[in-house]
């Protein structure tokens, strides 16, 4: 069957479901979750108006809005497990709900070949028809104005919800969201972002656990470019998308990729200077308040992705590292960035601040030890640098 747009349309109902969000905490997810929908709504045109009620969130368009534009918006909010448009009424008795349903169903539905079911439910107790009535009344109603109709209790095509409450609700679709929780419900961690297709991903993926984020990316100018620092800022506006506003600090380091350059065995460039990276990204985080790390790393992906070259970057700090893309092969990473609407702006080629000084035969099974014994070459300068980066460090507040 196919389904006209949007143009009768003036509310949603969003559903959400997380089966562990109990008593106090179930408040906190609603009032986070509301919060981000209006964040959400001020990229979209219109006005609206968001409430809580008995458990459900409802969005009345206050004015004009553009149907599409709205849904891809809310599409982005954690938390939401699905989006129903909804047609609203004003309770003008029985008679008159069933004339509602009847014209909802013939807009939304020109071709009547399917089957459905009505699914009625009372907020107002005090309704002359109990729910089983309201559906029995509006399916004969339904069956008399389209014989092509057909009711099937079990597996219907279409589930028309009616719900009686201050006014009657009409809604058959679900468009669904993204799941997971609202940004806000779990604390800060700090993200990682290079200009590749995985971090923004793994950011992606925190965020819709209800995760706020920070982000920091390593530049090193004249190396790296004023354009390859452009695109994590895109990058980070998209992910803030999801996340809200990210504020992300932008260190330079260069210095200590130089120092690294002179003092260190080239082919264990990467590995020492993702350790240095982790330090400083820690050092960030505790200063933000922020609860682990995040990075797009995934099993054998490069070199310093081997489970002994992760080992060996691991051990620089104490902080939880989260590493959400860990499991997932590259081609479901990139499935996952197109459908966050990310992996455009990833490709684009820019020079990233790790594959510039890159060994040609990087140790893929780091020793420890071995790490740490030529780090101690560092020891003259890298305080002194290490210091500088994490100063001079650049806050950019990205928002959406
Ligand atoms: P990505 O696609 O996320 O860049 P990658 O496959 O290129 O990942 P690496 O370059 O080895 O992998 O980086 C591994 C992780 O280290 C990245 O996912 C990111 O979290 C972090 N990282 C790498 N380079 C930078 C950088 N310049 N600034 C900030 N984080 C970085
Ligand atoms: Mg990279």
Redesign the pocket.
């Known amino acids: 069957m196919t389904k006209v747009g949007g143009r009768m349309f003036k509310a949603f109902l969003i559903k959400f479901a997380e089966i562990g969000v109990k008593g106090n905490n179930r408040d906190l997810f609603e009032a986070a979750l509301a919060q981000q929908i209006k964040y959400a709504l001020r990229r979209c045109e219109g006005s609206f108006s968001v409430r809580r009620n008995r458990g459900r969130i409802y969005i009345d368009a206050l004015s004009e809005f553009d149907f599409e534009e709205t849904v891809e918006n809310l599409k982005t909010v954690c938390g939401i497990a699905s989006i129903c448009p909804m047609v609203q009424s004003e309770d003008e008795g029985v008679e008159q709900l069933c004339r509602d349903v009847v014209a909802y169903v013939d807009d939304q539905y020109p071709d009547k070949h399917f089957t459905f079911k009505v699914n009625a439910r009372r907020a107002q107790k005090n309704y002359p028809l109990t729910s089983m009535e309201i559906n029995a009344l509006v399916g004969e109603k339904l069956l008399e104005a389209f014989p092509d109709l057909q009711v099937d209790v079990h597996e219907p095509d279409v589930m028309i919800h009616v719900e009686v409450r201050e006014k009657i609700y009409l809604y058959s679709t679900e468009i669904p969201g993204p799941g997971g929780m609202p940004v806000g419900t779990n604390g800060k961690a700090m993200?990682?972002?290079?200009?590749?297709?995985?971090?923004p991903v793994?950011g992606y993926m925190v965020a819709k656990r209800g995760v706020k984020i920070d982000a920091?990316?390593?530049?090193a100018p004249p190396y790296t470019s004023d354009r390859a620092k452009q695109k994590v800022v895109d990058l980070a506006r998209l992910v803030a998308r999801y996340s809200g506003p990210i504020y992300l600090y932008v260190v330079n380091?260069t210095d200590i990729q130089m120092a690294i350059y002179e003092k260190c065995p080239h082919d264990e460039l990467t590995i020492i200077m993702?350790r240095y990276?982790m330090r400083i990204a820690e050092q960030l985080a505790k200063k933000t308040d922020c609860l682990g790390l995040v990075?797009?790393?995934s099993i054998g992906?490069?070199a310093?992705?081997t489970m002994q070259s992760l080992a060996v970057t691991n051990e620089v700090c104490a902080m939880p590292v989260y590493r959400p893309c860990i499991g997932l092969d590259k081609q479901e990473i990139v499935e996952i960035a197109e459908k966050i609407g990310t992996y455009e702006t990833?490709i684009l080629p820019f020079e990233?601040?790790?594959t510039i000084f890159v060994a040609k035969h990087p140790v893929t099974k780091p020793n420890p030890g071995v790490i740490r014994r030529h780090e101690e070459n560092l020891k003259d300068v890298i305080d002194e640098l290490f210091q500088k980066a994490v100063e001079t460090a650049e806050q950019i507040v990205v928002e959406a």
Do not use: K, P
């Open positions: 993200l990682l972002l290079s200009g590749g297709i995985d971090s793994a920091v990316y390593f530049h380091f993702r990276m990075t797009g790393e992906q490069v310093s992705q990833s990233d601040c790790c």
